[in-house]
């Protein structure tokens, strides 16, 4: 098969131009057309909300710093080779990461496809690419469980903090795995367990001021891979060969202050939302007050500098 390439970045801001946007994405590798989403009661939490995506252009510099570590820990991970006509898609991909540190990496040497179900994160991933001048990578709305491309289409996949959301994890990997070149590799970042500093100094200090709260089963899926083997095994079901299963720390450093990590946490950490709205009116100052308190014990300076505890769990078809 001889590889298709890529289109310009620029295709996701002509999605009011359906005609237009499927003949540019027409020459994207692999690419044979939309398909059909899953249903989307089984897609819930809504990443696509307003209040969201508000939150996630107004933190985004912030956000990005945060998430530094975690992308660099994914980047390094896959082992993408800088050779010329290396393709890579970054499921899940949301504003844009690790795509577009890969594209960074891979300059003319290669195309990166980000892609996510939800369409409002992409379009800040589009302008954060343009304000790059990068040229290699483009991104689309897609469903993991029913990726647009051909068999073969990619050498690598790459996916950070998404695939703990996947609504059929087994059917997403058998699809990951169907899109990647013989050899290819797929790597994964999730969360670990949730006790962990960012988690226990926010829900895990309201949960302890508020007694009766409970954590919502979106929220509980978040942590689904800190149980060791839990991921590498899905891996080896799907088909993958030597899986590899790395549980790490990484710098997880807001630059601000604790009261700025709650609001940011609070707007755009949508799995809690439910137990965040619950809190009464009258005990949200008391909530506030012990959060940001909890908080402060990691801040160094002018950051608030916590360890996340991931997975990165990594094979090859």
């Known amino acids: 098969m001889t590889d298709k390439p890529l289109a310009n970045h620029a295709i996701y801001h002509r999605a009011a131009h ?10 994207v590798a692999g690419y044979n057309g939309p398909k059909k989403p899953m249903d989307a009661s ?22 990005a710093a945060m998430g530094s ?42 195309e990166v496809v980000g892609v996510d179900i939800s ?19 483009c991104f689309m709305p897609a469903d993991v469980h029913q990726l647009p491309f051909d068999d073969a289409s990619f050498h690598h996949v790459t996916c950070r903090l998404g695939v703990m959301f996947f609504a ?17 590799r797929a790597t994964f970042l999730a969360w670990g367990v949730m006790g962990q500093p960012y988690f226990s100094s926010t829900i895990g200090t309201l949960l302890r001021t508020m007694h ?20 590498a095994g899905h891996m080896r079901a799907a088909g993958f060969e030597g899986v590899t299963e790395d549980f790490c720390n990484v710098p997880w450093t807001w630059p601000g202050s604790p009261e700025e990590v709650w609001e940011y946490f609070q707007e755009v950490t ?17 909530v506030d007050a012990a959060v940001v308190k909890a908080i402060s014990e990691f801040q160094e300076g002018a950051e608030i500098k916590f360890a996340a505890k991931v997975n990165i769990t990594s094979a090859v078809k």
């Open 42 to 63: 089984s897609q819930l939490p809504d990443w696509n909300s307003f209040a969201r995506n508000t939150a996630s252009l107004k933190w985004r510099k912030q956000s």
């Open 168 to 184: 059929n994890v087994p059917n997403a990997l058998r699809e990951i795995r169907r899109v990647l070149k013989p050899g290819g």
């Open 69 to 110: 570590g975690m992308t660099q820990a994914i980047v390094e991970a896959a082992r993408i080779p800088t050779e010329p006509g290396t393709r890579v898609l970054d499921v899940a991909c949301g504003t844009g990461e690790p795509a577009i540190s890969i594209a960074t990496l891979l300059q003319d040497k290669g």
């Open 18 to 27: 359906p005609e237009a946007t499927h003949n540019l994405l027409s020459r």
């Open 270 to 286: 949508v799995p809690f939302a439910p137990l965040l709205q619950s809190v009464p009116a009258e005990r949200r100052s008391e």
């Open 119 to 137: 369409e409002a994160p992409l379009k800040i991933a589009a302008d954060r690419a343009d304000q790059r001048g990068l040229s290699n990578v």
């Open 212 to 231: 009766d709260g409970s954590i919502p089963e979106a929220a509980r899926k978040m942590f689904a891979f800190g149980q060791p083997g839990l991921l």
